[in-house]
């Protein structure tokens, strides 16, 4: 099932919601986890985790890492 996304712009890497007001609880929990939202699009990302590394891969807009 996929979320529309209804405006493009900023979207939170961790909810997905536009980013229109801060977020700040999605920021604490982004200091401790990959993203699970693309922040250009909105789209679920791919997310694999290993005990060193994250890579999260939006099918648009490609994979970030950290």
Known sequence: ???????????????????TEPHPRCEQMLALEPPRFCTHC???MKVQVTPREWAATCVEHGTLSG
């Not at 979320?3 to 536009?18: D, E, I, L, M, N």
Request: proline share 14%; with cysteine; charged share 15%.
């Open 1 to 19: 099932m996929t979320r529309p996304v209804t405006q493009p712009g900023p979207t939170c890497g961790h909810c997905g919601q536009a980013l």
């Open 42 to 44: 909105g789209r679920r």
